[in-house]
């Protein structure tokens, strides 16, 4: 899961995350910000905002729709 982090962090994309956002678990798209020792601040799903995730939160990540992880 971390890899999939620091992947979004530093080649700023977008991965796909299972995650509990306000008590209910949902899979949208993250794009990682920044990184601290609690969890992530990203851009969840479509919002403009950026929003802090702990890391006891996130579940799963992959790689995006149409993202295999090349250059």
Known sequence: MKRFLRYSREK????RAVMQLDGQMV???????SEDETGVTGLVGAKKKPQHVPYEDIFSCDYARGDHGEE
């Open 12 to 15: 700023e994309r977008k991965i």
């Open 27 to 33: 899979q949208r798209t993250l794009l990682v910000l």
